[in-house]
Each structure stands twice: as structure tokens, then as C-alpha cells.
């Protein structure tokens, strides 16, 4: 059976309406799904040596969030490199990089795979991946077939990759190495605070404004100051960044101007300071609600005449800086308190950023979690990293109150939890490795015995930990292995080899 001219012409239509790139991105996913009977297809962007999902169907939600660089994935390499279709051998060992991630499948070792590439001229941008759980599943389509669906759907990237370029306020025009250049710098989310945060970003960075960017501590503020920084004309220059809580007074001043020979005990030569480093490019004063009310003053005058002075030079430079500044303190109350100039307020508040909480994120918590399992594969040579159903419950039901870094450092710890708790290079995150940090979770859980500390390594105390852990759960269900592998959220037959393994068992 292959498909008609009907199925081809109802893809076409299908990429012709739909309201915005996403909803028509997502309409050619499903469809292209039920038209070839596969069990999970996505559309993925290329640039910067990375495949980033656009649209999926059938896949992990945290899929979304993922970035696969193409060093991490050969299976994607092999797609990037191919000019045509893919079609792997069902039983390829190259690691498929949606491996226990279509939910339902437990692995995806001998199964149906296919890669088309897409391109623009001769310029990849882009892959459409399907696959199938029965090994002859796409035997059915012939590669001229699948070559007409990787047109039409290279078509719709290409249009849609050109139309966000035009409505891009600071389109610079596309590089014809822009795919191959580096990743940078990329704020993952699609809640319509994250959205609109981005599409402000976009206008700010075009202008020359000030900008302070408020948000609560973790959320990603200083993200949005270099995504600021390298949207604008100045990005091509240098980001310099100063913690203005960092600042001891007695350095302060020299710190963000400069000194010169002599002008203090100590000041052995001459030193430019951050404004002088940041010349043609961007300041970033973090926490800015941080600086003492003398160095206000002494910004103030900077950003109102554009000069400096040395410490212990009479003369003035002139430089030309942005200033972006950060602060998670509501800095309108500092105003009234005092502690803050309120010209200087106004100042830099022309543009206000404000980065939006976590909680306030919706499922962009499933897709920040899935960017740093994937960040944790790669760093740590893992197979797969991914989430199970109860970690992806726990991880939207926690309120997050230290935001996306909050996020990060308890996905890095559960995956060195989970890791820990098993052999082998696929690691499965479950609701109980967030556990160390979650007062809300259970009393079995929150009651556990404290490891003992002892001058052993981690393998050891690690395994301590273990033994106590299914010692308990043994004991309140009742010696039941099968119960207390449900309790430990761990498939009955790992919890009987790893009591073995730990000696609770012959
Ligand atoms: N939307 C996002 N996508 C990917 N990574 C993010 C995102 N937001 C934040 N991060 C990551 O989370 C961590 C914390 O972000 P960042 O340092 O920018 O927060 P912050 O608001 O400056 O925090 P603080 O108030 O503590 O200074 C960083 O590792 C950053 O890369
Ligand atoms: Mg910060």
C-alpha cells in the first residue's frame, strides 16, 4: 500500500492553514502520523549544529525542550549528512535519541526508523523523523514518496524560517554560515510569559535603551541580558558583567571606572575599569539594588553624560556603554525606602524586563526539565536520560520557589541519584530522586533515616542509603516485595536484584 494524491494534497492543504508556524508545524506532524501509520513522528529545525524539535507527536513532551547536538546523536548526524532519505536498519546499534521516550515503549532497541532531511537550496534546515515499533513498518513507502513529503514539509520550514526573519525587528541578514555557526544563547519555553518576554527581548535589543530586567532569584535574568546583548548591534562586541553585590565599597568605584597609578595605596599602575572594558558593547550590573547610594550617583552621572573618570584622574574618557541591569528586589520599594536614587530608577527602567516565575510557566517546567536531562547526558556519557511519568507529575506539581536554577540542580542531583541506583548508562528519573529537597512529598519519604556520614566513598554511603531505603519500604508493606517496589516507584524484578546485589537477600 502506498499513499494517494488525495493523502498528498490533504498534507499540502493541512501546511496551508492552520493559525501561526506551531499550529500548522504540528497539524503536518499529526497527519504525516496517521498518514504513514508510525508511532512517533517530529519536525525538527537545524542551526548551530543542533536539531531543535519543533513539533512532535507521540513523543515525551520534554522532547520539546531537548537540543540534540549532532556529536551527541549519530543517528542525527548520519541525517545531516545524508542529502536524501534514511532509512535505518531496524536493528542499528547507533542510540535513536527518542529512546524511552515515546511514552508506553520501554526501549527502542530493534524498530522501524526513518530521517529525511530537509533542505533549503543546498542548505540543511531541518529533519523529519518517523518511527515504528515493528521493524517493516514504513517497507511499504517507497523512497520517491517520501521524498515528496520532505518537499512539501522543507517548503513549510523554509517559508516559516523566512517570515520570522522579516518580522524580526533586527533581522541582520542570514549568514549563509548561520547554520553551522554555534549554538547561542537560548531561553527554552513556550508559555505565553515566556513568549512574550522574547518578543520583547527582540524589540529592546534593537533599541539602545537601558534595560532592568526584575525577576525572582533563579529565574533567569542574566539569560535575558545576553540574549539582549547578542540580539543587538552590539553583540559583536564585548558583554561585561559586574556583581554589584560583590562589590566591596572600597574597590567599587574602581571596579566600574577604573584607577590610576598612585591615586591609592595599593593602585601600583594604571587600570581601566568595566565601563572602559565594555566601551562599544554592554554592561551588565547584576543586582543592581545592591549598589550603595555614592556609586548611584556616580552611575547616575555616567549614563547622563556618557564620560567617566578614573579614580584619582581629573580628566574624563568618553565611552559608549549600554547599561542592562538586574536585580530580584522590587527596586520601587527601595525607591520609597530610600535606598535607591529614584532619577537613577527612572533611568534604567525605561524598558522594564520582567522575567516571569516558574510556577507562572505552566508545562514549560516538563520542557526545562527535558533541556537539562539532555545537558546531563552529554556532560556525563550517559545513553539516555529520562523522566518518568511520576517525575513528570512531581516536577509540575512542586512550586519551584528557586526558580529554573532550582530546576537545574535538582535534575543534575537525580540524575546522579538515579544513576547511582542502577548499572548501566540509561538512567530513568522517578518522583523519589527529588525527593533530598521536596518537603511535600510523603512522610515515608520525608521520615527516611538521615545516611550516616562516614569517611567512605560514595558508592558505599550510597548503598547505605539504598539498603535503608527498601529495608523500610519492606517494612511498611508488609514484607511485600511487589508493594514496596510500587512504593519505591522501581519495577519488582530491579528491586529483587538489587536486594540481592545489596545483601538484604540470598
Ligand atoms: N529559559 C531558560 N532556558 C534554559 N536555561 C535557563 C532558562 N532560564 C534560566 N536558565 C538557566 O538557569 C540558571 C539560572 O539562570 P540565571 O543565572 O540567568 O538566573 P538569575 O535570574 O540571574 O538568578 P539570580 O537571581 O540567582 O542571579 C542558568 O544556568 C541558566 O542558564
Ligand atoms: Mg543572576
Not at 533549503?120 to 518511527?131: E, F, K
Not at 510569559?193 to 533563579?218: C, F, H, P, R, Y
Not at 524586563?353 to 536531562?373: I, K, N, Q, T, Y
Not at 538512567?427 to 538521615?450: C, G, N, Q
Amino acid at each position: 500500500m502506498s499513499f494517494s494524491v488525495e493523502v498528498l494534497a490533504g498534507i499540502a492543504i493541512e501546511l496551508q492553514s492552520g493559525i501561526g508556524h506551531q499550529d500548522r508545524f504540528q497539524r503536518l506532524i499529526s497527519t504525516l502520523r496517521h498518514v504513514l501509520d508510525c508511532d512517533a513522528s517530529a519536525l525538527l529545525r537545524y542551526e548551530g549544529r543542533q536539531f531543535i524539535p519543533l513539533a512532535i507527536d507521540g513523543l515525551a513532551q520534554d522532547v520539546l525542550g531537548r537540543r540534540f547536538t549532532l556529536e551527541g546523536h549519530p543517528r542525527l548526524e548520519t541525517i545531516a549528512r545524508a542529502g536524501d532519505v534514511v532509512r535505518f536498519p531496524a536493528d542499528s546499534d547507533l542510540p535513536d535519541p527518542y529512546d524511552g521516550l515515546i511514552p508506553g515503549q520501554e526501549s527502542l532497541k530493534v524498530h522501524a526508523c526513518i530521517g529525511l532531511p530537509l533542505f533549503a537550496g543546498q542548505h540543511l534546515i531541518g529533519a523529519l523523523t518517523l518511527d515504528g515499533m515493528s521493524p517493516d513498518q514504513f517497507d511499504t513507502f517507497s523512497d520517491e514518496e517520501l521524498r515528496l513529503i520532505a518537499a512539501l514539509a522543507a517548503g513549510a520550514l523554509n517559508n516559516a524560517l523566512l517570515i520570522e526573519q522579516l518580522e524580526s525587528q533586527n533581522s541582520l541578514p542570514a549568514s549563509p554560515t548561520a547554520f553551522e555557526q554555534v549554538a547561542h544563547t537560548e531561553m527554552i519555553g513556550l508559555s505565553p510569559g515566556i513568549m512574550q518576554l522574547k518578543k520583547e527581548i527582540e524589540i529592546v535589543a534593537a533599541s539602545d535603551l537601558n534595560v532592568l530586567i526584575e525577576g525572582e532569584t533563579g529565574t533567569g535574568k542574566e539569560l535575558v541580558a545576553k540574549s539582549i546583548h547578542e540580539a543587538s548591534p552590539r553583540g559583536v562586541n564585548p558583554l561585561v558583567y559586574l556583581n554589584c553585590a560583590a562589590l566591596p565599597e572600597s574597590v567599587a568605584e574602581s571596579e566600574l571606572f577604573g584607577h590610576v597609578k598612585g591615586a591609592f595605596t595599593g593602585a601600583i599602575s594604571n587600570r581601566s575599569g568595566k565601563f572602559e572594558m565594555a566601551d562599544n558593547g554592554t554592561l551588565f550590573l547584576d543586582e543592581i539594588g545592591e549598589l550603595s547610594l555614592a556609586l548611584q550617583a556616580k552611575l547616575l552621572r555616567v549614563l547622563q553624560y556618557g564620560d567617566i573618570q578614573r579614580v584619582g584622574d581629573d580628566r574624563s574618557l568618553r565611552v559608549d556603554v549600554r547599561v542592562l541591569a538586574a536585580t530580584n528586589r522590587d527596586l520601587r520599594e527601595e525607591v520609597l525606602a530610600g535606598n535607591f536614587r529614584a532619577d537613577l530608577f527612572h533611568r534604567l527602567s525605561v524598558f522594564p524586563l520582567s522575567v516571569p516565575a516558574l510556577r507562572e510557566r505552566g508545562e514549560d517546567v516538563v520542557l526545562l526539565a527535558g533541556f537539562f536531562c539532555e545537558q546531563c547526558r552529554l556532560r556525563m556519557g550517559l545513553s539516555r536520560v529520562v523522566l518518568s511519568p511520576g517525575a513528570r507529575t512531581h516536577l509540575m506539581s512542586y512550586g519551584w520557589p528557586g526558580n529554573v536554577r532550582e530546576l537545574e540542580h535538582a535534575i543534575h542531583r537525580a540524575v546522579v541519584l538515579a544513576r547511582a541506583a542502577r548499572s548501566g548508562d540509561e538512567v530513568v528519573i522517578h518522583a523519589r530522586h527529588f525527593s533530598l529537597h521536596d518537603e511535600s512529598t510523603p512522610a515515608t519519604m520525608s521520615e527516611m533515616p538521615e545516611p550516616q556520614v562516614t569517611n567512605r566513598n560514595l558508592r558505599d554511603a550510597t548503598e547505605d542509603f539504598q539498603r535503608q531505603m527498601i529495608s523500610r519500604a519492606l517494612e511498611q508493606n508488609s514484607r511485600s516485595w511487589a508493594a514496596s517496589a510500587r512504593a519505591l516507584e522501581t519495577d519488582v524484578a530491579n528491586l529483587h536484584r538489587l536486594a540481592k546485589r545489596l545483601g538484604l537477600k540470598p
